[in-house]
């Protein structure tokens, strides 16, 4: 072959592309006496595998708001993730959905017109 597979070298290089990800975990209700709410921890588990699937991303750190609202961004473990993101600690965030970040849920999404 006279000229290189530009394709399998871009996928070449794509696959040695590691992302330091951290997690970030919220959920907006107190979950009885418990530490950690069941959510947060179906949560985790959810992107832990994900991350398993996805050898590029390397999970670094975590961060978790249980309990609190996602209407602002006054919560302390989010404050923390946006430093690390620009300290370049963090080059990637891993959530369930950026109803986690945002704070809205499908009904507003749907009220928006975002969602059906």
Do not use: W
């Not at 290089?13 to 979950?31: F, G, K, P, V, W």
């Not at 963090?90 to 704070?103: E, F």
Request: net charge negative.
């Amino acid at each position: 072959m006279l000229y290189p597979d530009m394709n399998l070298q871009k996928r070449t290089q794509q696959n040695t592309t590691r992302y330091r990800t951290a997690l970030y975990l919220r959920l907006s209700r107190e979950d009885g006496d418990k530490t950690e709410s069941d959510s947060i921890a179906n949560q985790r588990t959810l992107l832990e595998a994900y991350a398993a699937d996805h050898p590029e991303l390397c999970i670094v750190d975590e961060f978790v708001d249980d309990g609190y609202s996602g209407s602002n961004f006054e919560r302390p473990a989010f404050q923390n993730l946006f430093r690390e993101l620009e300290q370049g600690t963090i080059n990637c965030i891993l959530v369930k959905d950026y109803c986690a970040i945002i704070g809205l849920n499908q009904k507003d999404l749907e009220n928006q017109g975002i969602l059906a």
